[in-house]
């Protein structure tokens, strides 16, 4: 009359993520860290865009610190997120290639406001 409890389904079975989600992921971790490598490169030299400074000519070169930490800090966060999301979304067998797409974005922004604020620190 009943099934036995072994037999009774405990839920719906969940779908598996296909290999199209393994393929995006591969490719958005390339570009993640890509572009994570060369903001980092690219930081390094916002403190040549001070060499013209002499004497005063409107330079502020206590600037340059917050810009490359913008980049830095930018840069480690973005890492963080992907790989805790990424984690967390293929251990619930959801996608995951959007979590370094978003971290990547968010990598270049970083970038272009490091990039502004060191703008701001050269010669006047």
């Known amino acids: ?45 916002f403190v040549m865009g001070t060499a013209n400074c002499r004497g005063d000519n409107g330079c502020k070169t206590d600037l340059v610190s917050p810009a490359m930490g913008t980049v830095w800090i930018g840069v480690l966060v973005a890492l963080i997120a992907a790989v805790s999301g990424s984690v967390y979304c293929i251990r619930r067998r959801w996608y995951s290639f959007y979590w370094p797409i978003i971290s990547t974005v968010v990598v270049i922004a970083c970038l272009y406001i490091g990039a502004a604020i060191a703008t701001a620190a050269g010669p006047q």
Do not use: H
């Open 1 to 45: 009359m009943f099934a036995p409890i072994a037999a009774r389904p405990c839920g719906p079975p969940r779908e598996r993520v296909g290999i199209v989600d393994a393929v995006l992921s591969v490719l958005a971790w390339a570009t993640l860290l890509v572009a994570s490598g060369y903001s980092v490169l690219v930081s390094s030299t």
